[in-house]
């Protein structure tokens, strides 16, 4: 949620006694189904909104509710659009952990049951786990020109390369499973940009040139949909059973699993960018089995002779 449309919903419901989705969606200009989703933000966050579907439904406040957003600093209605990142990445960001005194002066009175506030029941934590500290460029580096609204020239790292150097158009920054991403465009096309393979960049005079009616939620949803989605080398498997929730949780979404076989496994297909990812495979050893394609047999047992050669019989 941006903070013009954080406030526009928070000025619209404060000023009339009732309202509906399509108005605030008009107002906001955003569709209904964002609104939706910042009214139930808000709501689950503590502020006195209703929302009632049907032919005579509307957004209204809850009798006595009141928002006062006046009392806010800069700094707390930048903190208050930062959903779902943790307070360390806040703090990267240059952000200060103020939710709690924010949500109080915007919120304003408790609601009469008594009920316990939501931040002192939810803690966020969104680092890898066993995850190393991230090299390369820190978000609280890059958040300066960002905000400037310029093109970056960026000199982009990959994996036994030179670093090629990449004009981007950036929307800003994403936080994902405990590494930050720079969310832009590259000759019209968006591109993900992981901050640890940045070795460099120098802001542009030029300002960015974003697409017609892009916004950075809705390119980095795109982005990342598709890099979970993407496949072009398909592997089917059998697994047993008992591993199918540990290759599950290793996986993730790479792995669509199909009903057991009543054998005591159960079939499997896993989507790969290339070949070499049926490395993957080796911790599993002998409960999963290749099916097909062949070549992905035969690249699984050629790793497996070469770990069998690298450790020589005592």
Request: charged share 30%; hydrophobic share 40%; aromatic share 6%.
């Amino acid at each position: 949620m941006t903070p013009d449309r954080f406030f526009s919903l928070l000025l619209a419901l404060q000023s009339r006694p009732e309202t509906t989705v399509a108005a605030l969606a008009d107002e906001t200009g955003v569709s209904a189904r964002t609104v939706i989703r910042d009214l139930n933000w808000l709501r689950d966050a503590g502020f006195p909104v209703l929302m009632r579907r049907g032919k005579y439904g509307g957004v209204f406040m809850l009798p006595g509710g009141t928002l006062d957003a006046a009392r806010l600093t800069p700094r707390e209605r930048e903190h208050l659009t930062l959903t779902g990142l943790d307070e360390e990445q806040r703090r990267g960001l240059g952000v200060e952990p103020v939710t709690g005194r924010a949500l109080r002066k915007v919120a304003g009175a408790r609601p009469s049951d008594d009920l316990l506030p939501i931040g002192d029941l939810v803690v966020s934590d969104n680092r890898p786990w066993f995850g190393r500290e991230p090299e390369g460029v820190t978000p609280a580096r890059l958040i300066g020109d960002l905000r400037r609204g310029v093109r970056l020239r960026v000199d982009y790292l990959r994996p036994g390369e030179d670093a090629a150097r990449r004009t981007v158009d950036p929307y800003g920054l994403l936080a994902k499973g405990g590494r930050w991403y720079l969310v832009a465009d590259e000759s019209g096309e968006p591109a993900l940009l992981n901050l640890q393979r940045i070795a460099a960049w120098e802001p542009l005079r030029a300002a960015r040139r974003l697409r017609p009616g892009a916004r950075l939620a809705a390119v980095a949803a795109e982005l990342t949909s598709g890099w979970e989605a993407k496949g072009d080398f398909t592997v089917r498997l059998l697994i047993e059973d008992y591993q199918v929730p540990r290759a599950e949780r290793i996986l993730g979404s790479r792995m669509s699993v199909g009903e057991p076989d009543g054998q005591g496994r159960t079939a499997a297909v896993l989507r790969c960018r290339e070949l070499e990812d049926v490395r993957q495979l080796l911790q599993f050893a002998d409960t999963v089995t290749v099916l097909d394609p062949p070549e992905a047999r035969r690249r699984v047992r050629e790793l497996a002779r070469r770990i069998i050669d690298h450790y020589p019989a005592d």
